[in-house]
């Protein structure tokens, strides 16, 4: 089968597409013909080996795991001895966690893994753009726990992680505002917004307002600075902290009653689910700002690792 391999931390270009091993599910293992996944963030970050950290859970000197990306949409071909819950022909979208190996005509995934049935009203380019905004979102949205009413801001808000957080925030009744630069005005309205802030000409914590939560996707804010615009219980979330703002955080949330929210993220098939719910109940729209074959997967990371892109990169296999 093809996949996009890379032997050596470094540029876009270390992804090549070669002919490995098609894999064969285990007893508990689904077969899937991948048709689309994503490059996302992470993927961009690992590669680079970014920051350094990453090499000892991956690899000190060249990555261990050769085949990168985690999210996925596809067709069950075949499956293990002992799977129950899917057959072989069902439509299937999810996320592999840190097993990776999406980027490839191939995957075997457990059949309890973070993955569901695709919505048949939705391609697979937008099933794969799902689950790495998706899941991240939810994730710390759920441990806020956002109510109806709150005042919530996205900052980052027209990338994978902020469209998804937008429209999960409205779901739970918040009132959102969403930051964005000029170009991506519409498209954060068009998400559902109450209110948007163009950062290049408005700086929040500069307006006076006060949120119950501040989600920060993008590693964006002056975590210190941000905090006059929290209010006295509120709840800062910054799901692409480094080291420094995740000590920052501990102690803020420690000394005071603010509380700050990082670290890795958890999920589960039921994550999924919950996502594919809200799409077919119409409160949910992945947003895909360009596709690539997997041929063209390094000039997909140059994109994304530019730092401009809307919503999701979708890859066809």
């Known amino acids: 089968m093809k996949a996009a391999v890379y032997t050596q931390y470094g540029s876009p270009e270390v992804l090549q ?25 992470g993927d961009v970050r690992l590669r680079k080996a970014d920051p350094f950290a ?13 085949i990168l990306g985690t999210v996925f949409s596809g067709e069950v071909e075949s499956v293990g001895s002992q799977v129950k819950l899917f057959k072989v022909g069902d439509q299937v979208f999810g996320h592999t966690d840190m097993k990776f ?11 309890d893994g973070s993955l569901a049935l695709k919505p048949a009203a939705i391609s697979h380019h937008e099933a794969a753009g799902i689950p790495f905004g998706g899941v991240t979102a939810l994730h710390f949205i759920k441990k806020a726990m956002i109510k109806p009413g709150q005042k919530v801001l996205v900052v980052g808000a027209s990338g994978a992680v902020g469209t998804a957080a937008v429209q999960l925030a409205k779901s739970f009744g918040a009132n959102v505002t969403g930051v964005c630069s000029t170009a991506n005005i519409d498209l954060v309205k068009a998400i559902g917004v109450d209110k948007v802030i163009d950062y290049t000409k408005e700086d929040f ?21 941000s905090l006059n615009s929290l209010t006295k219980n509120g709840v800062m979330i910054l799901s692409a902290a480094g080291m420094s703002e995740m000590l920052q955080g501990a102690r803020i949330s420690m000394t005071s009653e603010r509380k700050v929210l990082t670290g890795v993220i958890s999920h589960k098939a039921e994550d999924i689910i919950f996502l594919k719910e809200l799409m077919e109940a119409g409160k949910y729209k992945p947003v895909i700002d360009r596709t690539y074959p997997l041929e063209q997967i390094a000039a997909a990371h140059a994109y994304v690792e530019k730092g401009h892109k809307k919503g999701n990169i979708s890859i066809t296999i």
């Open 17 to 41: 597409v070669k002919e490995v091993a098609k894999p064969s599910p285990k007893g508990n293992e689904i077969l899937l013909r991948i048709k689309a996944t994503a490059v996302n963030s």
């Open 54 to 66: 990453v090499r000892f859970i991956f690899g000190l000197l060249k990555p261990r795991t050769n």
């Open 101 to 111: 190996g999406a980027y490839a005509e191939y995957i075997c995934v457990p059949e």
């Open 205 to 225: 914590t500069q307006n006076g307002e006060t949120y119950d939560v501040i989600f920060d996707t993008v590693k964006a804010i002056d975590v210190s600075r």
